[in-house]
């Protein structure tokens, strides 16, 4: 049995989708790793450093001492194997995430066979969301409660200028949410 995984993204930003993931992993995994890409195509709003610090803020609160946030550059797959990780972990929100996700794996595996990808899916509330979306809404300046934490939340309102209105998470753990309170 692996007691230790990498999830690893660009985070730009952390969803309730990505850290449903971390929290799952947390309870299968002796330990994960969150590793933030700093290399990506993407354009991203948030830095490597200011991604891994809203990370590390939700974990902490979360009091998740198992889950530890990085930042790593170039191949994930060197990374796992300088960390000694057997295991990647990869979200799938919906089917179109697939396609992409299982080139990856494959190419890691032709690269890495040692290392495993495991998919895993968020819960069905979280499986629409995006990080592009929630930035795209953050942008307009709609609440973004019902997505991210609040961490985050407020980093967006920074980045954005824009207060912070988190009253739909409030609504949102009432209704059962346990992700809305980092």
Do not use: W
């Not at 993204?9 to 947390?26: A, K, N, Q």
């Not at 000694?84 to 080139?103: C, K, P, T």
């Not at 609040?150 to 988190?166: C, E, I, Y």
Request: some cysteine.
């Amino acid at each position: 049995m692996t007691r230790l995984a990498i999830y690893a993204g660009t985070f730009d930003p952390l969803t309730f989708g990505h850290l449903d993931l971390v929290t799952r992993c947390s309870e299968i995994f002796g330990n994960l790793i969150v590793a933030v890409s700093a290399d990506t195509m993407k354009k991203t709003l948030f830095s490597a450093d200011e991604r891994a610090g809203m990370i590390r803020e939700v974990v902490d609160r979360m009091a998740l001492g198992n889950v530890t946030v990085e930042i790593f550059d170039g191949l994930l797959i060197n990374y796992a194997r300088a960390k000694s990780v057997g295991v990647l972990i990869r979200g799938l929100r919906a089917y179109s995430d697939f396609e992409y996700e299982f080139q990856m794996a494959l190419t890691n595996r032709k690269l890495a066979p040692e290392i495993e990808t495991l998919f895993m899916m968020p819960k069905e509330n979280h499986s629409y969301v995006s990080s592009s979306t929630v930035k795209e809404v953050a942008g307009l300046g709609g609440r973004t409660a019902d997505f991210v934490p609040p961490a985050v939340q407020r980093a967006l309102a920074r980045k954005f200028g824009q207060p912070v209105n988190s009253e739909p998470a409030a609504r949102a753990k009432e209704d059962g949410d346990e992700n809305t309170s980092e």
